[in-house]
């Protein structure tokens, strides 16, 4: 098994769990926050929208300059939301199948202007600031959704909910 399989195989279980939690998006909600310094939920849920986006310029790119990179587009709705997050998916999901095992070793580059964030190899980047990072912020979605009264899917296994 190669190592763009293994990826794979985890990009294809963890984008199915993480559609099931953002199809619970309680769009009325949107602008809440659990803390004044916090990200809103409709924020929050745009941006696990976005993530998988990011692994096409991680495979496809050798750096990715996130300097001029606006906020958050609205959250408008679940159907949006859901369809922006479809798309992202089968382009990223795309991308990956396209890699090499070779290619995955390459050094990758996050940027910020000139400042360099970090450099790492692509196969890394992908576990990390793709996965990881989705992984993370779904963690986080789903304390949101519990706060707001929001029944929880399966993630990892039953919640208190299924």
């Excluded at 399989?5 to 984008?15: G, K, R, T």
């Excluded at 990715?64 to 859901?82: H, M």
């Excluded at 070793?105 to 190899?121: D, K, Q, Y």
Aim: charged share 20%; aromatic share 6%.
């Amino acid at each position: 098994m190669t190592l763009t399989d293994m990826l794979l195989a985890e990009f294809d279980n963890e984008m199915k769990v993480t559609r099931a939690v953002l199809e619970r998006t309680p769009v009325a909600d949107a602008a809440w926050k659990p803390h004044p310094k916090s990200t809103s939920l409709g924020d929050l849920a745009v941006h696990i929208a976005t993530i998988p986006s990011w692994l096409v310029p991680t495979v496809t790119e050798p750096e990715l300059d996130l300097g001029g990179a606006g906020g958050p587009a609205a959250l408008e709705s679940v159907e949006q939301l859901l369809a922006r997050f479809d798309e992202n998916v089968r382009n990223a999901r795309a991308a990956l199948a396209g890699a090499r095992d070779a290619s995955l070793a390459e050094p990758w580059t996050l940027r910020s202007g000139s400042h360099t964030v970090f450099t790492a190899p692509r196969g890394a980047v992908i576990r990390s600031f793709v996965m990881s990072h989705l992984i993370h912020h779904r963690g986080q979605f789903t304390v949101y959704l519990r706060l707001r009264n929001v029944p929880l899917p399966s993630v990892y296994g039953p919640t208190a909910d299924v």
